[in-house]
Structure formats: structure tokens, C-alpha cells
């Protein structure tokens, strides 16, 4: 099967972190993905479209603004910066049931044909649980998109460690056949997610400090976060994408 490519030479990337159910992961990813992105000095605009508490705007806001879904100016955004701005990475932290407003702004704005003459390489990850529903809406994406979009798969051991029913699915092999990477996000110990939210920390500050208003994490657990950072940094780079 043909795996798509674009026409013109990549001169931009836009990462869109999706996965349309909640509660799956993407705003880990999206901070993930970004921390990756500032450590190893690339540089980036965030996007985050979730109207209540977008994650990338609390952890990240020096790099990131708002996007509206419902709004077609502010999806337009998206695209112009990865125009005007060559060589710089967009990362789009995509809300819970945002897929088909984003669906109906690309479809009437013709983004994939403008992103392959523009040599934008677009790319969306499916981050999923270990629950039916990611598969189903896995299996919605490929309907829709077929190799029309470039496509990681991000299987987050964050939210499940058994992936069983995605392998018995064989909707992971359809996805591979179309060109799709894939990613397992390794767990990261829930106490030391926990205390690195409740201070607004990012990954940068929550290994780093040890003030009284920071995150408060222990050795060990700054020792733990250094190794899971390590693996996921790895697993980016392993893809190809960034």
C-alpha cells in the first residue's frame, strides 16, 4: 500500500497530540513532546484548544497560545505559523471531542493539499489507553483519513499497561500498513505526576528544583523522572518525526 509523502520538500512540522476520548494521555504527550523540543533546543509554537484548563498553556505557557476549535481563524493559526515561520515546529495539544470540528476546518480549508504544496509534513498521534473505545476510535481515524494523514501511534502505559485488544483488533497492522509509527509511552509513577501538577511544574523544573515552592520531589523520584524522560525522548527520537 502506498504510505503518503509529500510532493514538495519538508520545510515545517505540525504535530497535532489527539486522541479525541478524554482521560487517554495527549496533554502528557504534548508536554513530553515539548520539553523534548526545548531541551534539544528545536524551536516551537504550542497550540492548546481546550477552552477550561488546557495542560500546555498551565506547564508550558511561555510557548504556547490558545486555539478555538469553533473558531477557523485561530485553527488557521496552525498553519500560517508553519508557513511563515520555516524550520520551526508546531505542537497542537488537541482537547477531548475536538476531532470533528478539526475535521470540518481541514476538510473546508483544504489543509492536507495546502501542508503537501506548502512541504508541510502533518502529522497526528492517536494517543491511546488500553480501553475498546481508543481502538474504535483509532479504527474512525483510519476510515476517515486512510493514508491521506501521517499518523503515530502512542500507546500510553500511563493509562494501561495490557494492549491486548489493539493488537486482536488489527487495526495497529492497518495503521502500520499505511505508514503509521508507533510509541509506548513507559508509566511514570503516579505520586510523582501528581506532586509535578499540583505545582504547575514543568519537566525541566520538576527535576531540576528543589526549592520549597517547587514540586517537592524526593532523590529518588527526581532519579525516577530523569529515566522516564530518557525513555520517551529515546522513543521520539526513534520515530523519525521531529
Not at 202 to 227: C, I, N, V, Y
Amino acid at each position: 500500500m502506498e504510505i503518503p509523502t509529500l510532493t514538495n520538500p519538508v520545510v515545517s512540522k505540525v504535530h497535532l497530540i489527539g486522541g479525541e476520548k478524554g482521560g487517554v494521555g495527549k496533554s502528557m504527550v504534548s508536554r513530553l513532546l515539548a520539553q523534548y523540543f526545548i531541551d534539544h533546543e528545536l524551536p516551537f509554537v504550542g497550540f492548546d484548544t481546550d477552552r477550561s484548563h488546557g495542560s500546555l498553556l498551565r506547564f508550558y505557557a511561555d510557548y504556547t497560545s490558545p486555539a478555538l476549535v469553533d473558531r477557523y481563524e485561530a485553527l488557521d493559526a496552525i498553519i500560517e505559523t508553519a508557513v511563515e515561520e520555516p524550520g520551526r515546529r508546531v505542537l497542537v495539544d488537541l482537547a477531548a471531542q475536538t476531532q470533528d470540528g478539526l475535521i470540518k476546518w481541514m476538510e473546508d480549508s483544504g489543509v492536507l493539499d495546502m501542508a503537501d504544496v506548502s512541504g508541510i509534513a502533518l502529522y497526528y498521534w492517536h494517543v491511546m489507553d488500553s480501553g475498546r473505545d481508543s481502538v474504535d476510535l483509532l479504527t474512525r481515524l483510519l476510515d476517515r483519513f486512510g493514508q491521506r494523514l501521517q499518523y503515530v501511534i502512542v500507546r500510553n502505559e500511563l493509562r494501561g499497561d495490557d494492549f491486548g485488544q489493539l493488537d486482536r483488533s488489527g487495526q495497529l497492522d492497518r495503521a502500520r500498513g499505511l505508514g503509521a509509527r508507533v510509541m509506548n509511552l513507559k508509566k511514570l509513577q503516579d505520586a510523582v505526576v501528581q506532586k509535578i501538577d499540583a505545582r504547575n511544574a514543568s519537566f525541566w523544573a520538576a527535576r531540576h528544583s528543589t526549592a520549597p515552592d517547587g514540586p517537592s520531589l524526593g532523590l529518588m523520584e527526581r532519579q525516577r523522572l530523569k529515566m522516564w524522560l530518557a525513555s520517551g525522548f529515546a522513543s521520539i527520537e526513534s520515530l523519525g518525526v521531529v
